[in-house]
């Protein structure tokens, strides 16, 4: 073979090794994607996930799965996540618990930062501040002068140390002077139910948790926990309205494991983005009471680091350790 036809050879094996590359990420997905969802069904993040997983099945033409993994306060879902495969075949819908669990936790079953890849940030969840039917508090303000008075000290409900929902409880303790007592549950059921009987007196709960039983008149929602009132809850002030300088909410977002194909992670991101800033998808989130935020891998993961400082900061102040 003479040097020219040489060339001509290795020009088309060059040409025909990139349109298999080529082809190969034009196909994926080529099967169906397992979303990792470390926490149980029916709360924020499975709606989140089962609401966004299906806008991205249509847009990728593969069936994306939820796959809820609770326990160990997110960990085990999120560990089973950075073990998944490095193709794009495997997400993580996370939120708190992967900034906040460094600091509860001795050991993690995975590095946060070396493990994963944001992909996009969903939807940031305010919370509600909410009494018994019949507590003496009708606001915040009167809720303070209660807390103030009461023997003891005023009880705030969680579904557990560490959650968002204790922090935010947390938070409103340190932010208001008061010193109240913490009530751990290890459920939303429970702790629902102890806070309508007044076994406890007050609790900051998932507006999608909280809205049967604020619209029911089984409790009282004095205020919301986001920076903007929430349109399910148009008549709630903030607590920043309310006289509180507080705003404390959960978030949730998707991630990839470390090592994904770019081109595949710049699909996801596009096709996230897409999927959140949907109208329909939008106003599907927006009417369980979280706040569509699309971001940006890079930009959630600046946001991810930011909360990890503030969180932190609460947990130290706190003394909060995991159950």
Known sequence: MNVSNRRTFLAAALAGATAGLHAQEAAYPARPIRMVVPFPPAGAADFLGRTVGEKLAQSLGQQVLVDNRAGAGGNIGTQAAAQGDREGYTLLLTGVPLAVNRF???????????????????????????????????????????????????????????????????????????????????????????????????????????????????????????????????????????????????????????????????????QTLAAVRDPAVAARIADSGCIPRPLAGKAFGAFIAEETGRLGEVVRKAGIVAS
């Open 104 to 270: 509860l936790f001795r050991t993690l079953p995975f590095d946060p930062e070396r493990d994963f890849e944001p992909v996009a940030l969903i939807a940031t969840v305010p919370n509600l501040m909410i009494v018994p039917a019949d507590s003496p508090a009708n606001t915040v303000e009167e809720f303070i002068a209660y807390a103030r008075k009461k023997p003891g000290g005023a009880t705030f409900a969680s579904i557990g140390n560490g959650t968002s929902l204790h922090l935010a409880g947390a938070q409103f303790s340190s932010t208001a002077r008061l010193d109240m007592v913490h009530v751990p549950y290890k459920e939303t059921g429970t702790a629902n139910t102890d806070l309508m009987a007044g076994r406890v007196d007050v609790m900051f709960q998932t507006i999608s948790a909280a809205a049967g039983l604020a619209r029911g008149g089984k409790v009282k929602a004095l205020a919301v926990t986001s920076d903007v009132r929430v349109p399910a809850f148009a008549s709630v002030p903030t607590l920043r309205e309310a006289g509180t300088d507080l705003v404390s909410v959960g978030w949730f977002g998707l991630l990839l494991p470390a090592n994904v194909p770019p081109a595949r992670k710049a699909l996801l991101e596009a």
